[in-house]
């Protein structure tokens, strides 16, 4: 009799059955390459009715946590129902149970990652967690075994599908910000309330575990160095189009002498750049490292399908009797610039009624401050400059001073522009 491993599941939305199915479909390849039987027992969720049709009553459906924590059979959890509680309760009483872990929560991993590893490690048990940033590109798995031997001196992305087809499709057309949402969501690459996606937080999540992994720090998540894309209007898109850039939402983490500068805001990216051509709801990585230089992974970064691959893989690890658990490593001592220090190059687009009192007031205003300008473009009474990199707390000065000059009517939006992608 084939030797076998019994695993529960909590959720059964989207990706959860999705695993099942995809399981259930490669189920002899997936046995293969395991060399174990891959069995999911007990799923929990609150629509069990909808467990039972899908899964013709293969599998035992209840509302109760606690019915695969108590499980002895059980050997190997998956959390696919999200959020924070119950979840974190759920993964810490099923690690001190002796269960492995498997998880796609990435807020959750974000925010409570270090009290879930500590535990993990008490316990001597393994979390794994492939599916909780970019969907179905193994990314996580690169950097702890395929980059393991690098230093990793940066991280740039495209993580949120969701925001990348909005940026995608008000590049393609005129759409505005909120016709692009609203196609998103017919589309379903947007949920009824997008907030947590266009707010860019789930993106900060996500940059929050690359983070932890390449540079062997604990789980930070700062959302004060975190902006969304609900600002950005057709008129940037068009102008940032006619200076040669893409807008996209980039999470990047970069090392800097002996500090990480952590960001997750729009940014200008050269329309000739590898990340300029990752469009609609699709993901995109680009890791450096000193011995590999720059690697780009690229591909679906949400979907049940997409997800449940991650989550797969994750299972033949363990009945591959593979370990997973995280730690900082303590001979590393790193801290994050804060956000006044980070330096820059920014795009900026003044709107006011007189182009030739704007020219007049802002370009002295800027030397003062020491902002050097690169580029000034005078686009429908608009004013775009794009300057030289200068650190948060002058540029942020200075745009102080010309509002109070203005008595607080002058407009004007702000992006960064990208460093160094490919």
């Not at 690890?317 to 001592?333: L, N, R």
């Amino acid at each position: 009799m084939a030797e076998k491993l019994i695993v529960g599941m909590a959720g059964f939305g989207t990706v959860g059955s999705s695993v099942y199915q995809v399981l259930k479909r490669n189920a002899a390849l997936i046995h293969t390459r395991a060399g174990k039987q891959i069995e999911i027992k007990r799923v929990v969720c609150r629509k069990t009715d909808k467990v039972i049709l899908q899964t013709q009553g293969n599998v035992i459906a209840s509302n109760d946590l606690n019915s695969i924590i108590d499980d002895p059979s059980i050997s190997v959890v998956i959390e696919v129902m999200g959020g924070i509680e119950p979840a974190k309760t759920f993964i810490l009483n099923a690690l001190k149970n002796g269960k492995d872990v498997i998880t796609a929560n990435k807020a959750l991993l974000a925010t409570h990652g270090d009290e879930i590893f500590t535990e993990a490690r008490k316990q001597n048990r393994s979390v794994f967690f492939e599916a909780s940033v970019a969907g179905g590109i193994p990314v996580i798995k690169a950097l702890r075994e395929g980059l393991a031997g690098n230093q990793i001196s940066e991280i740039s992305g495209i993580l949120n599908g969701t925001c990348n087809y909005i940026l995608s499709a008000m590049h393609k057309t005129p759409l505005s910000f909120a016709e692009a949402l609203k196609n998103a969501q017919q589309l379903g690459y947007a949920e009824a309330d997008p907030t947590f996606d266009i707010e860019g937080l789930d993106t900060g999540h996500k940059l929050s575990i690359l983070t932890s992994l390449a540079f062997g720090v604990p789980f930070h998540f700062d959302i004060t160095a975190v902006e969304g894309i609900k600002g950005i209007s057709s008129l940037d898109i068009q102008f940032a189009q006619k200076l040669g850039f893409v807008v996209k939402l980039l999470a990047t983490v970069e090392k800097i002498n002996d500090r990480l500068s952590f960001q997750v805001e729009p940014t200008l990216i050269p329309q000739n750049s590898i990340l300029a051509q990752v469009s609609d709801a699709m993901n995109a990585v680009e890791i450096v490292g000193d011995a590999v230089g720059k690697t780009l992974f690229y591909g679906t970064g949400a979907g049940g399908e997409a997800t449940a691959s991650a989550v797969l893989a994750d299972v033949i690890d363990i009945a591959k009797g593979h370990k997973s658990i995280v730690k900082p490593d303590s001979a590393t001592v790193v801290t994050f610039l804060d956000n006044n220090e980070k330096r820059n190059k920014n795009y900026i687009r003044f709107n006011s009624g007189s182009l030739n009192d704007l020219t007049n007031h802002v370009l002295p205003t800027l030397e003062k401050h020491q902002i050097v300008v690169e580029k000034i473009e005078e686009i429908n009474e608009n004013l775009v400059l794009l300057t030289q990199e200068i650190d948060e707390k002058t540029l942020q000065k200075a745009l102080t001073e010309l509002s109070q000059t203005y008595c607080n009517q002058l407009s004007f939006t702000r992006f960064r522009l990208a460093k160094n992608v490919n």
